[in-house]
């Protein structure tokens, strides 16, 4: 089977094709189909070019501000990514699957969602762009504890975030399902409708102008991908899921 015919068949299998279709597509078996995903899957996972993990240079840190500052109406600086979390939906894993990873059935239920899945942590660009990604845990824990979980969390307690001559040093921007610190920016509680605290109420609308791009980042890739729009099947292994 030629490797243009491996691609487009693990290709329409993640915009939500059904593998039966793929067949008639292509004129492979079922089994043909789903050997083509894995092949498709391992060969970008192993490849250096296509890893996707946060920059840790100070010219890449600025690009990434600078489109930030040109969407911010105030021109806020400093900001050099947004994050939040996603649920990729499963089915309900066996309880020797789940014992398998080492955990209980239920860690992989979002109660927010009603539905069983993973929590996957992810920071954005201003134009979509995925630049880190972690899926560590069940869809039934917060963000701040699957982020903490996360390589990335450690590279920023580490110092990864640079400071651009005077100004601030670069944060990430995040709602408060996360915690304030020296790397990342949440909204300040409780000020809608105080009139002494009316600049930070002003805060929290410039802040979620550029918080929410990591919000429609998700929104492109589940309407690229339609696999996304559906529950991973039974059969799939957490290891293969994250994969």
Not at 60 to 78: D, L, M, V
Not at 94 to 112: N, P
Not at 119 to 133: K, T, W
Request: net charge positive.
């Amino acid at each position: 089977i030629a490797p243009s015919v491996r691609l487009g068949a693990a290709l329409r299998y993640f915009a939500g094709a059904s593998p039966y279709d793929i067949m008639c597509v292509f004129k492979i078996s079922y089994s043909e189909v789903l050997t083509s995903v894995w092949i498709v899957v391992d060969a970008i996972n192993k490849c250096p070019q296509f890893e996707i993990c946060y920059p840790d240079t100070l010219e890449a840190q600025r690009k990434i501000a600078a489109g930030f500052e040109a969407a911010s109406t105030p021109g806020i600086r400093n900001c050099a990514g947004a994050i939040d979390g996603i649920l990729i939906w499963m089915l309900k894993p066996s309880a020797k699957e789940a014992k398998r990873v080492g955990v209980d059935q239920k860690k992989f239920l979002c109660g927010r969602k009603h539905k069983f899945g993973l929590n996957c942590q992810a920071v954005s660009d201003c134009r979509g762009r995925i630049l880190d990604i972690s899926i560590k845990y069940g869809g039934a824990s917060s963000d701040c504890l699957a982020f903490e979980a996360s390589k990335l969390h450690e590279r920023l307690e580490n110092g990864l975030m640079q400071q651009d001559g005077d100004n601030e040093r670069f944060v990430l921007f995040g709602d408060n399902a996360y915690l304030n610190t020296p790397y990342m920016a949440t909204p300040f509680t409780n000020v809608s409708g105080d009139p002494a605290r009316a600049a930070e109420d002003s805060y929290n609308f410039y802040h979620s102008q550029l918080r929410i791009r990591v919000e429609c980042s998700f929104g492109m890739l589940v309407q690229r991908w339609g696999i996304l729009r559906m529950a991973m099947p039974r059969n799939l292994s957490v290891t293969k899921v994250v994969a």
